[in-house]
């Protein structure tokens, strides 16, 4: 009976594989602006470019498991009971974390308002754009994947720091959009680096605490949500972030919460079980 093989490399090749499906299609993204089609055509395209990891896992899929069903690989990660004390508290130190830069930002903005909406229609219409232009397309290749994948052979605070290099990586073309050039791109690249391995690191902890991929996409809903209501300097709103996020990381990597990071209880996380090392 033929089976198929397994890779040897999952998560190198779901890596590869998300950036070479990503680049054509925000290729695709900025012709739709450039030939100035209307911005919901912009935002559809937008949102369809978001979800190459999971274009890509999926394809991987069959390679990666074989035997296995995607339906009920991705139904797994949502298994298990949420934790309202984990949810809280993810929630309350981003709202503490924007409610810091709308302060900072606040001190030097000379601009008429602070925020980037006017109306409740925009805001949710922002929100709901946000949550599938990252969250729900990302989260499932990036944090359901490719971290749990390496927390089997890594530590979780090793497998963030890894995933998070490549994660920020993987947004490379959308460096160049921002309309920044010479030191202060290169210091855009260095804070947004930060400011997402950082995040990642926190996702890590949050979602070992509870082991639901809703945890995640609260979390990165949160911090592209909040960035985006700021009406400030692109370059201050993410060293900002990358400093309090940063902030966060370190103390939760200091407080290694039920051991969720790394030590004598480091744990590898394999069908949604805790397995200690």
Known sequence: MYREKKLKKPVASFILLTNIIFLPLFCLVGAIHMLG?????FDVMFCIAAWSSTFAFAVLFKKIYPGQSLIQFV???????????VILSAMLIQTFIFLMIVFL???NSEVDSIFTVSSWEMLIYFFFKNLLAGPLGEE????????????????????????????????????????????????????FMIALMSTKIVMTAFYNLNQNLIIPIII???????????????????MYSAILYSVVAVLLIVINPKNVLYGKGDTNIVNGKHYMV
């Open 220 to 238: 990165h809903q949160l911090f592209n949500f909040f960035i985006g209501l700021i009406n400030g300097n692109l370059l201050e709103l993410i």
């Open 75 to 85: 139904k797994d990660k949502f298994n298990n009971k949420l934790k309202f004390s």
């Open 140 to 191: 499932i290749g990036w944090r359901g994947f490719a971290q749990i994948e390496l927390q089997k052979k890594h530590t979780p605070l090793m497998a963030s720091i890894i995933i998070g290099f490549w994660w920020g990586m993987w947004h490379l073309p959308i460096w160049f959009t921002t309309g920044l050039v010479g030191i202060d791109l290169i210091k855009y690249i260095v804070f």
């Open 105 to 107: 930002v606040s001190k």
């Open 37 to 41: 089609f209307p911005t919901w055509a």
